[in-house]
């Protein structure tokens, strides 16, 4: 078996890489387009999707793992933003309130499939204008759904989270491990 992570997130090689697993990295194609009101549907459908994208082009005896991350404030999804005004915007909009983050997970093995997702909780200090402009020229934003990186220099904005550390990140790694040992597969023997 290989197991195969269908990202081009750096982040979520790097937590990856914290399951001591060997693994290749194939980034899907998919075009994020398709408009679904509901967070959890709408990052479980995105990440099955990547997994759906790469599992065509790799060899059979694949684990193929896919995610997908959004923050949910009021209603709103807040994906990555397209230039400094949206990021502004976002960050306008989580300053000194709580939001959700989302992250979709799909795993996909000899045709059987896992779609799952992890939420966490995450409240942000009040930030000053003089704060968001400063972040925003760091450019440390723009790759981030929701315009911060709680791993990044916004960590400073975060006054707590409650929930997974890592979902927030881009890849619930207990949740993912919990969906690997359900696929069957038994990776503490290295199977
Ligand atoms: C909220 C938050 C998001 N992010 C990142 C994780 C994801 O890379 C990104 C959300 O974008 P995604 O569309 O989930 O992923 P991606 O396009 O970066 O990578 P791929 O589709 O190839 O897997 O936001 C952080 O790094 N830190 C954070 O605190």
Known sequence: MKIVLASSSPRRIELLRNLNLE?????????????????????????YNKALDVESRVQKDSLIIAADTIVYKDGEVLGKPKNEIDAYRMLKLLSGQKHEVYTGLSLIYNGKVINDYECTYVYFKNLSDEEIKYYINTKEPFDKA????????GSIFVEKIEGCYFNVVGLPISKLYDNI?????NILKGE
């Not at 194939?26 to 990052?43: D, G, T």
């Not at 929701?146 to 220099?153: D, E, K, L, S, V």
């Open 146 to 153: 929701g315009a911060y990186a709680i791993q990044g220099y």
């Open 23 to 47: 693994f290749d990295v194939v980034p899907s194609n998919f075009e994020e387009n398709i408009n679904l009101s509901n967070p959890v549907e709408l990052v479980k459908n995105f990440a």
């Open 181 to 185: 040992k359900r696929m069957g597969i």
